[in-house]
């Protein structure tokens, strides 16, 4: 799903104002719900209103799956926009599988049981190492990108070199 931003008046019953990912709040936006095959081709699509959220529109895109096409075997790819238990049941209500990003810190068993668990990451490429952990009936692949980490790293240091500076200057 993504949001699609356009000018002038629109179809009253889509165009309206809502999270804009194009970052264009003055707008008026419609929702754009793809479904595409695993090569990327597009089968079919929905339009919602612009004020639909991204899990409204994703459940929609969910039943469109199961009542249009009656396809037996899906996948469904989604970021961590679109987690909620709600989201979790209707899949598993239709026994599609699922790969879901999700927060790191937000996700109990993510934060208590995953992320604690050792083992070699295996390096997919120079910005992009994995491990997988296996917890319940769930299967994690924790992700790792040295380059970001580095890049994170720095920044921190050199808000912690700022607030020091401020610190020094500033007794407020």
């Given at each position: 799903t993504t949001s699609v931003f356009f000018y002038g008046q629109g179809p009253?019953?889509?165009?309206?104002?809502?999270?804009?990912?194009?970052?264009?709040?003055?707008?008026?936006?419609?929702?754009l719900g793809l479904l595409v095959t695993k090569e990327g081709k597009p089968i079919a699509h929905e339009i919602f209103p612009g004020n639909c959220s991204d899990?409204?529109?994703?459940?929609?895109?969910?039943?469109?799956?199961?009542?249009?096409?009656?396809?037996?075997r899906i996948i469904l790819v989604?970021?961590?926009?679109?987690?909620?238990r709600e989201i979790r049941d209707i899949l598993e209500?239709?026994?599609?599988?699922?790969?879901?990003?999700?927060?790191?810190?937000?996700?109990?068993?993510?934060?208590?049981?995953?992320l604690s668990q050792p083992g070699p990451f295996t390096k997919v490429s120079d910005s992009l190492e994995v491990l997988e952990v296996k917890h319940l009936d769930n299967r994690y692949i924790?992700?790792?990108?040295?380059k970001e980490a580095a890049k994170q790293k720095e920044d921190?240091?050199?808000?912690?070199?700022?607030?020091?500076?401020?610190?020094?200057?500033?007794?407020?």
């Open positions: 009253e019953e889509l165009a309206r104002r809502g999270y804009s990912k194009d970052h264009r709040p003055d707008c008026l936006q419609f929702m899990k409204e529109a994703f459940k929609k895109m969910i039943e469109v799956c199961k009542k249009r096409f009656n396809i037996r989604a970021d961590r926009g679109m987690i909620s209500k239709h026994e599609y599988e699922y790969i879901l990003g999700c927060k790191m810190r937000n996700t109990v068993a993510v934060k208590h049981y995953v924790v992700c790792f990108n040295p921190r240091k050199a808000i912690i070199e700022q607030l020091k500076q401020k610190l020094q200057s500033d007794a407020k």
